[in-house]
């Protein structure tokens, strides 16, 4: 695990209108490591991944307060640009969402076209590399042309990530990537998280309690808009310091 931050929120709350859903959370983030967020459903969980890179805001009535600072660049600086942030900031959903109108190609290459590259060679060399970072090359490099919608849900979900790849973000935020998936699919998922963090930092909402011991580094126990426990997750789910960390991994409520 590495002690650089490269993430950390500070006195970070959410609202929608006046009602307060996140209660100042104060979190840092690793270079290249996995953090698990878990909790029991409306805690805040998603709600906290969508104010890292700014998508919380696009909710009508939504703000934030507090500061979420990117290698010591902060987020909500009024000059920020938020599109440009979020090329710095990957994120992946619950439910795959390629461009249904897009071939597997064009969903990969859309974000970099946007930034303005047009030479097909160096599209080319993007879109295989991050095929191949997303374990999905080999099953779709005969059929770039096909609609990325044609793929299969775990085939989806991984072209959702070599399209959030391509732009080489060195944050990657992933919103429970394999509830709407089977064991397999679920199981290359978590090899790819693993192979990802030697290049990137990730962050994942998941209610899989297994999921998370498996796959991060450190997990967030969040309940009430609040962040009750944070640590090694080998700690926080053999040895946690709080009572409602263990009720919560246990089972008995959530």
């Known amino acids: 695990m590495n002690s650089k931050n490269l993430l950390v929120t500070k006195g970070l709350k959410a609202f929608v209108a006046d009602f307060e859903i996140l209660h100042g959370i104060d979190l840092a983030v690793g270079e290249r490591e996995v953090v698990a967020l878990i909790g029991p459903s409306g805690c805040g969980k998603s709600t906290f991944l969508r104010c890292l890179n700014r998508l919380h805001e696009e909710t009508e009535g939504a ?26 900031i990957g994120m992946v959903f619950q439910k795959p969402n390629p461009f249904p109108s897009m071939s597997v190609f064009d969903n990969v290459a859309a974000g970099i076209v946007l930034q303005g590259v047009k030479n097909k060679s160096v599209l080319q060399e993007a879109v295989e590399r ?13 059929y770039l042309d096909r609609p990325g919608t044609s793929l299969s849900g775990g085939q989806q979900q991984r072209l959702c990530i070599a399209r959030a790849l391509t732009v080489k973000p060195p944050v990657l935020l992933m919103d429970e990537p394999t509830s709407a998936l089977d064991p397999i699919s679920t199981a290359k ?34 309940l009430y808009g ?29």
């Open 130 to 142: 991050s095929l191949r970072q997303a374990a999905l090359w080999d099953e779709v490099k005969d």
């Open 63 to 88: 703000h934030v307060e507090g500061s979420v600072v990117l290698e010591g660049i902060e987020l909500y600086d009024r000059k920020s640009d938020p599109v440009a942030l979020r090329r710095r």
């Open 226 to 254: 609040n962040v009750v426990e944070y640590g090694a997750t080998r700690e926080v789910f053999t040895t946690p310091k709080n009572r409602k960390t263990e009720e919560y991994i246990t089972g008995r409520f959530g």
């Open 189 to 222: 998922i978590e090899e790819l998280v693993a192979h990802l963090k030697e290049q990137m930092t990730i962050v994942v909402v998941t209610h899989n309690m297994q999921q998370a011991s498996r796959i991060s580094d450190r997990t967030a126990f969040f």
